[in-house]
């Protein structure tokens, strides 16, 4: 059998023949090799041994997975997705796996595991290499329990902020201030960068506003503008973008920012474990990387928020405003509400159509979403020096409904690649109440699920609509919320998941 | 397509067929989906999505791993090696794969880690959590992170190594007092277990003995063993052969014996997490559960050997005795020269040659493992209350001499199941000195490296044989060890890899 690269019959010995596994083992790299081949055999590799596979110039990390199964040749190293596309192969080429050489940083990580202090190079090169896929999900499992827990004292965040920004690229911008905002989460619904960037870009404020595609809940900032626009830009159309219009609401993943901050999010979400240190850290990177000076913090507080009192807020604000000082941010934190969602769709295209609602100042708009929008829009605006203290809400207001923040934001949609239609789900079900009463709670995490298992954000039109709000009054049989599919079977997973569970909307009697 | 146990048109909506994916990922339960299949789709599992897998009457926690390949169809579920065995299967059976429940046990890890204090019953439930395969790899990465570095205090050590007790089955013997040994590691060839077994066994002494296999190092004492008799011994025969011949060397996996113990050992080791705190456990748990009474500890001290000074091995040793009476067993410590290998062979064949030699009192025995085994086993005799103190190595020493240790051992063997020769390799070379001097240093750890190399344990007859000691004079060209393998391919890569490093003897000049 012949394959592009090498004559089937002259691999050199000890080498393998590279093969798509077609296997997603997300950021795990993966090699699988037959447990009877002479390389597994000759090196011992048992499985999971930790070593490295060299191709194509390139060498990279991965775990081992011995096959027995008839589809892997004696001849071929097959490489998970991960894998493959750190080698960027094409098939056929000649590999090399051996053991893995002891990574120097790794001591660094036992000395933090051993409760000393890290300076800025030891930062740095765990950052290193934890950017460049060279740590195992194992020793990131590790360094992310050695900085949890308070273990990280000002001193260290600052230097794990630092190495993390020197790890990656860096945007630098021509004007000044250089506005941002970032919101910590946790609260389904809360788009408001769609609605300030336009606001205070109308009004000559800077604000390139890069945000993540949504890692755990049902719609990231990106994931809802791009059923808009196109958010993934490269950094020279978001500079043409900012200089035409003065904001522009991409992905920030064409660039290299902050590069170990994604590797890390991924481990730490499995392990649950926010540290006040790694979000610090994270937050600040990403905005200092893409070169941000000024930075509204949006902190939801609530029980099913991220931070769930007001003691922990003030605690996490303390240290984003301090950390970044360190590092040249000016950093401002506002504690807003985190009890329910934030307007009524939940879900890319039902997120932009609440969005769009507002800048076009419907009737039906809700009214949350304006509100909070407009509060933070002011904030940036005085933070800015674009108004003097006490006015920017004004300021805010005036600019939305006058009609000018729509006018910019289109001109920013089309800035990006062109204004576009959200998409319409073809399935939905409402879901009642089932007693009569007061909206006593609502569930924001559980809500987001269901989200999800309706399909967002993988199916953009998908997710949840909600129509009530603490405190309102419902009859039974009033609708509560309206699930959106693209399949029924998606929907009918949603459907099942909150019949199967307590409710997410409570309703005290009255 | 028909498989066992369901006809191929009928699976339920929303199950897969089972299918073993032979593939094996260690200790890690994996499936296997494809990204299309109806059930990935409507879960939105994404790769390392932690499910729980249902069938054949069980369930277990797996991750996923989502397959693109033409080898899996798209009703069917592959489960790697550890799922497979986990599940019981046989190829066929209908499964459901749904997204896992959250463990209650993780919020004690998160308590952990935050730095609260774990009691027992918190313990309890990790522990269980862990012997059941329901922890993921990163959340056992996160616990042992969590409980080293002096994180655990002593009360903590106690309820940690009181679960791993209770977390399986435990032995009891109906003589007293039951005597056992151990020894912390890190030093090739160190097999005085099948020497001091026999001879305080001789002397009356019950000493039920059961060892692990080698987990990284080039042979482990059932490994050995295995060489010379049968070592996978049930309970019951177990209890025939001391009852018999008042003392056993068994591999202790048949029984449930701290079955936790193995699953940490494998995250402790990739992380080279050597704390203290996980050690005691591991050493006390496991002896407790095999119904010890007394035990022996033997901590080999040195640059190259686990423990790396008297002061370490002193806190160890102070840990390991209060520990130890906390939970109703009497332990001594020994601390011992860790500078070099003790004996010649490494590798099970090899050192079952140094110790029959010794046991047949030949005149080329390896002297250092005949005292170290003399040492050890009048430190029993003494703790047994067999000898008076300061007698036990001299009655150690008649009973070896005479003969009674040889004939012993045999007996043993016998009830173990036969007696018999330990393999000879049928390929080796020589490493000669390339300088004249005397042996300043020999490093452990790389010569157990090039050991493992040529095949051992695998195969039971490679390893190494040192020719040298620390402080010998040698002459260029003089042999310092011989690789000892059953292939030439293996004993290629060994010697490739002692000539591609620094020398692992050291020879300072005259």
Redesign the interface.
Known sequence: MTRGGTPANSVTPGRLRARR????????AVV?MR?DC?VC????F???A?VEVVANGRHVPAIV???????LEHDEAAL?EAAWDLLGLKGGEEVSVRHATQLES?SFL?AK???RKLDYPSMRALIDDVSHGRM????L??F???C???RLDQQEIVALTRAMVDAGDRIRWPMSPVMDKHCVGGLPGNRTSLIIVPIVAACGVVMPKTSSRAITSPAGTADTMETLAPVTLDVATMRRTVEREGGCIAWGGTAQLSPADDVLIR?ER????DSEAQLVASVLSKKAAVGSQRVLIDLPVGLTAKVRSSAAAQSLAASLTAVGAAIGLQVQVMETDGRQPVGRGIGPALEAMDVLAVLERRADAPQDLRERALMLAGAVLEMAGRSAPGSGLALAARTLDSGQALKKFIAICEAQGGMREPPHASHCEVVPATSAGHVGAIDNRRLARAA??A?AP?DAAAGAVIHVRLGDTVATGQPLYTLHAQSP??L??ALAYVHAQTPIVTIDPR
Chains 1, 2 share one sequence.
Do not use: M
């Open positions: 596994a077609l296997i997603d083992t997300y950021q795990q699988y447990s002479a055999r000759a090196e011992g048992e499985a999971q930790q997975h011995r096959v027995d199964a008839a589809w998970s790794l036992r595991v051993y409760g195992s999900d194992l020793h499992a590790a992310v329990t050695a949890a827990g308070g481990v499995p392990l649950e474990l999800k298992l399909g993988q079977g998606e009918a997973y």
